[in-house]
């Protein structure tokens, strides 16, 4: 059975360790430019999670394979060198 972008996200939540993140005051944010496109974010506030679909006016940390020069290239070699 196959997830969804959204569903990954949405079952991130529930994965969520409370106590490692005690203390912890970040965003981190993604955009996902393939097949199930959107922006995501997670807000973990004072040892609490919760996922923002639609994502973050000011993540603390963004991650999107676009911001990364390169990164398809590196992508496309491993696929190519990858034993048959």
Known sequence: ????????????ATRFNHEAAAGMNRTLQWKIT???????????KNGQGRLI???SRS????SSPAARPGWRSRRA????CAPS
């Open 1 to 12: 059975m196959s997830m969804t972008v959204g569903e990954l996200f949405a079952a991130l």
């Open 34 to 44: 393939d097949e199930d496109p959107g922006v995501w974010a997670f807000e973990i």
């Open 53 to 55: 679909p639609a994502g």
């Open 59 to 62: 993540p603390t940390r963004r």
């Open 77 to 80: 070699a491993r696929t190519r």
